[in-house]
């Protein structure tokens, strides 16, 4: 059993910066991808980012590119987002996941892989 806990979020003014953590549970986190998602109200939850367990291969949506900063330490346990130039239509409640493989298939991505813990979110807000 994997237990996520994301922390960080808040309200913050458009062009702003937030740091998202997430902080995990298990002896084998290293050995994860994990992703952060967000799903903002009457939308899909969507992939923002996601890290393989070296931190040596990232993915971002091409709306966060250039703003957002996935990073993992797997000796804390923990991976964080980097959020910088928050827009308005970044507000959303924003999810961290864990799938249970080192890296993405060959073949695959990061958006069809099958994360199988999920954190129970933080609230991100930006003011215009």
């Known amino acids: 059993q994997v237990q996520l806990v994301e922390s960080g979020g808040g309200l913050v003014q458009a062009g702003g910066s937030l740091r998202l953590s997430c902080a995990a549970s298990?002896?084998?986190?290293?050995?994860?991808?994990m992703g952060w998602f967000r799903q903002a109200p009457g939308k899909e939850r969507d992939l923002v980012a996601a890290?393989?367990?070296?931190?040596?291969?990232?993915y971002y949506a091409d709306s966060v590119k250039g703003r957002f900063t996935i990073s993992r330490d797997n000796a804390e346990n923990t991976v964080y987002l980097r959020m910088n130039s928050l827009k308005p239509e970044d507000t959303a409640v924003y999810y961290c996941?864990?799938?249970?493989?080192?890296?993405?298939?060959?073949?695959?991505?990061?958006?069809?892989?099958?994360?199988?813990?999920w954190g129970q979110g933080t609230q991100v807000t930006v003011s215009s």
């Open positions: 890290i393989n367990w070296t931190g040596g291969s990232t």
């Open positions: 996941a864990a799938a249970l493989i080192p890296d993405v298939p060959a073949g695959s991505d990061y958006a069809r892989v099958d994360y199988d813990y």
């Open positions: 298990g002896h084998t986190f290293s050995s994860y991808v």
